[in-house]
């Protein structure tokens, strides 16, 4: 009787089969603790809808909360005397060619500034706002037909000193300017009057919270949310808003007085 012996392995085949159970036993643990994840996953996922239908449940047939609020109001107003004056001055010019018509515009602008700058109104308050020269035409027998050229030119002119503002005016006739805008007494640094405006119009607020909040018995806390506007300017002794006609004399003009106002409103929460 005969035996059969099993063939031994040799070294190079022992190895590789204790590397191959290495990677099977490897890929074991990892899909073990893939599974694992994925479970501790699942249960929050689960937990949180579970959590999520508890709080609707709770709140079915409940009104939202809502924010009470309550907004007071004010306006703060401040009369000021003006301390610079506004106008607008121009030329406009026609000839057959440009240039010419450039030349008797130019030739009146130029005037205009040196008796500008003769009566104290500095270089920097004359400023060019517009310049335009465009085509003039005839129409014979339905026809177009070009007749010349027009030059404009206006500059704005911001008088400091305001005994001199008759004079500057009069200087439209002097020098021949055909085209005069309204005179405006205003402010020149209206910051510093709109200041004191919206501090008048706070204090307003804040005597008016109190009372409020004596009146209703609540207490009106943080501030939700505020807002402003500027009320506008209200000036007296504006001249001319329109065009004005060139004048040779110098007319009875008045400073008059600038009303500034500034309108506030501040929300704040109401609390028992």
Known sequence: MSVKKTPELNDSQTGSRTMMSGYSDMGHKLMCTLLGILLVYSIVFVGTLIRNNIRKYHTIGRAEKTERTITVEADGKVTVSPDIALTTM????????????????????????????????????????????????????????????????????????????????????????????????????????????RDMALKKVAQKRAALARSLGVRLSSIVSYNEYDGGQNGYGDYGKGGMAPMSTAPGLEHGTNEISIHVGVTFEVQQ
Do not use: W
């Not at 010349?148 to 500059?155: F, R």
């Open 90 to 197: 121009g030329m406009s010019a026609e000839s057959k060619t440009v240039a010419e018509a450039q030349k008797k515009n130019t030739e009146v602008m130029n005037k205009l500034l040196e008796k500008l700058n003769a009566l104290g109104v500095d270089k920097k308050d004359v400023q060019t706002i517009n310049y335009s020269i465009y085509p003039t035409y005839d129409y014979k027998d339905g026809v177009q037909v070009i007749r010349g050229y027009q030059v404009d030119q206006s500059v704005t002119i911001k008088i400091r000193d305001l005994t001199k503002a008759n004079d500057v005016i009069a200087l439209a006739g002097d020098v021949g300017a055909n085209s005069v805008g309204g005179l405006q007494f205003t402010v020149d640094d209206r910051e510093i009057y709109k200041a004191k405006a």
